[in-house]
């Protein structure tokens, strides 16, 4: 495997990999099963050793887990890894209750994580994304204090409004916005990058193959258990219709001897040196696939005929991201 390239996070943040690893899928996470502990840790140190320094964790993964997973994975090297935090979920039994945003909580959650992770600082802290239960000013003015106080260096925002971009940003400069965007999840084109783009904030895009639809791996029906049954978009004549789209992406792969996946990955990476494409992985087996994937180039046509065939509104049916 080659190193990855480095990319600065917003207009004046740190230098960090131009491919982030999110390591939620390494937890137990809304139901599902934990991976082996053992691959995870390795998964997230071969990713180190490459150069993917920009490690994606959130306190509610698992209750918990991830936080400690993460932690015994960067343990001795903690100048390697660049560590990225949401906060603000709240589950029960896997079952989403809601936000807590209060200072008070945001206080008390980051202690807890701290702990977890065996770190001083957190480098980017976030919440999970702002529901109106507590005013922005309130949220961010927490995150601010607490990078005066030193532990937290960069701010970061989740899955947000444009219009609460700007208010965040009014408070304290943010350095990224953690967002879905894919070839089949387009509608934060229209306002919340070029948003992102003006102020100088880094984006971190995560589901770049759409919850597994650009993959090309899928076939309609999905199986039984599988958990994009929630979602409109892989339901009934949605799913027919969507996976028809996506011959395109996989004829195009064919083509370029790379996967789906890959050219779904390498279209996110293509949309500008602020761009990083937040890739999950549990596996060291998947991490030369991707790192490939940030090398691959599109020539003008087939960029327009991927802009094209994807445009917003092509794919049918909403997944979570459609909030």
């Known amino acids: 495997m080659t190193t990855i390239t480095k990319m600065n996070l917003g207009l004046n943040g740190p230098l960090v990999s131009k491919l982030g690893l999110g390591c939620m899928r390494m937890s137990p996470v809304w139901g599902s099963k934990g991976n082996d502990e053992s691959e995870s840790i390795a998964t997230i140190q071969t990713a180190l050793d490459n150069g993917i320094n920009f490690l994606n964790t959130g306190d509610?993964?698992?209750?918990?887990?991830?936080?400690?997973?993460?932690?015994?994975?960067?343990?001795?090297?903690?100048?390697d890894a660049?560590?990225?935090?949401?906060?603000?979920?709240?589950?029960?039994?896997?079952?989403?209750?809601?936000?807590?945003?209060?200072?008070?909580?945001?206080?008390?959650?980051?202690?807890?994580?701290?702990?977890?992770?065996?770190?001083?600082?957190?480098?980017?802290?976030?919440?999970?994304?702002?529901?109106?239960?507590?005013?922005?000013?309130?949220?961010?003015?927490t995150i601010a204090d607490l990078i005066t106080e030193g532990k937290v260096r960069y701010l970061g925002v989740s899955e947000i409004t444009a219009e609460q971009l700007r208010k965040a940003h009014a408070v304290h400069p943010v350095t990224a916005l953690e967002i879905g965007y894919s070839l089949a999840d387009r509608q934060i084109e229209q306002d919340l990058l070029p948003t992102a783009k003006e102020l100088g904030i880094g984006v971190v895009a995560f589901a770049n193959t759409a919850e597994g639809l650009l993959t090309g791996e899928l076939t309609a029906p999905l199986p039984a258990g599988s958990y994009q049954h929630h979602f409109p978009r892989f339901q009934g004549e949605n799913l027919i219709r969507n996976l028809a789209k996506v011959e395109l992406l996989k004829q195009m792969a064919w083509e370029k001897g790379h996967t789906p996946t890959q050219l779904a990955i390498a279209w996110v990476n293509a949309q500008g040196e602020h761009m990083m494409p937040l890739v999950s992985m549990s596996r060291r087996t998947r991490l030369p696939e991707n790192m490939e994937a940030m090398q691959i180039r599109f020539t003008a046509a087939e960029m327009d005929a991927l802009n094209t065939h994807f445009a917003p509104g092509a794919i049918v049916g909403g997944t979570y991201l459609q909030r």
Do not use: M
């Open 60 to 79: 509610f993964y698992g209750a918990g887990h991830n936080e400690l997973l993460v932690g015994k994975a960067i343990k001795g090297r903690r100048d």
């Open 82 to 141: 660049f560590v990225s935090v949401k906060f603000g979920a709240i589950f029960y039994n896997n079952q989403w209750l809601g936000l807590d945003l209060r200072p008070v909580a945001i206080k008390n959650f980051i202690n807890y994580s701290l702990v977890r992770l065996g770190i001083d600082t957190i480098d980017l802290y976030q919440p999970c994304r702002l529901d109106g239960s507590v005013p922005v000013e309130e949220v961010i003015g």
